[in-house]
Structures are given as C-alpha cells and as structure tokens.
C-alpha cells in the first residue's frame, strides 16, 4: 500500500509525493529549499566603499540610509546624506550621536534638506570618520525624528574610505 503526501507549491496548486520516496518520508525536504530560498533573496545590509565616481562609504537599511563622499574638487570636500522613509524635521540642530567604545555626539547647523535626505559639507570629518569606525551604531537626529544604523562591518570599510582620502583619485 501507498501512501501519499500533499504538499502546496503554490496557492492554487498542490502536488502529490509518493510516500516511498526517501524525500516524501518529511515535510522538511521541501522546506529546506523554501528557507534557503527566503534567506538568499533577504537583502544583506552592509557598509559598502567605492571610489567611482569619488571615495565614498554608505549602507542601507529600511529606516534608511547614510552615505559619506569624499570630493576633493569641492571648497567643502566632505559630504555625509543621510535619508529616512519619512520626511526629517525642520528643527536647527542636527546631530549624530555614536554609541559604543569610543561614543560622542557631533551637532551642526549647517545642512541642508532636500525631500527626504539631509546632507551637511564640511572640510575635515575626522570625528565622524572616528565615530563611524570606532563605535557599534550611529543615530542621526533633527528634533524628535530620528534614523539609526549598525555599525558592524563599518571599520573596515571607513579604513578604505581613510586610504582614499591618502590617494590621489584617478
């Protein structure tokens, strides 16, 4: 006698296994495949450097992302973005705050707004260059709204960021 197994492929569809095959014999065959699926198409949120076009470092979450750049050809060669899903507040102060080893605040006056990215130029950022390197997370904050990130896989990334700034950009 043989059994058989029901297994939904998809919402409409359902295929029938033959309980005498080794692979029928547990639901987690076919689970294996689906969770390995899910996990290789889940988006990997890492600190990424570049130097095309000019040195940069940035990551990506859902709540946002952050991008620093480093163009020489600029009066203010240091730039850091930072976009939120949801629009920033039009407080005066913006700061970002580090937590971990090496934890500071750095406030300023001086971004810029432009839909839902907040950028501040400056021309040296070795504190947010420490801070981005040296620390666990890194929150950014215009009044009360907010937009944090990890840090973990960070340091070396801004290690390459630092070097660039040392090499001339082709």
């Not at 432009?114 to 801070?131: C, E, K, S």
């Amino acid at each position: 006698m043989t059994r058989t197994v029901t297994i939904f492929t998809s919402i409409s569809t359902s295929r029938k296994w033959k309980a005498d095959r080794p692979y029928a014999r547990s639901m987690s065959f076919p689970m294996r495949y689906l969770i390995a699926l899910l996990v290789l198409t889940t988006p990997a949120f890492a600190w990424e450097f570049s130097t095309v076009p000019v040195c940069t470092v940035s990551t990506a979450t859902p709540q946002g992302a952050i991008e620093l750049t480093y163009d020489p050809s600029k009066a203010e060669p240091y730039a850091i973005a930072v976009t939120r899903t949801a629009t920033w507040d039009t407080s005066r102060v913006f700061g970002l705050q580090f937590s971990g080893a090496n934890g500071l605040t750095i406030t300023t006056d001086r971004q810029s707004i432009d839909g839902n990215t907040l950028t501040v130029r400056d021309r040296g950022f070795g504190n947010v260059l420490n801070g981005l390197q040296f620390n666990t997370t890194v929150t950014a904050f215009l009044g009360d709204k907010t937009v944090a990130f990890s840090l973990d896989g960070a340091a070396p990334e801004i290690a390459r960021f630092r070097d660039c700034l040392a090499a001339p950009i082709a």
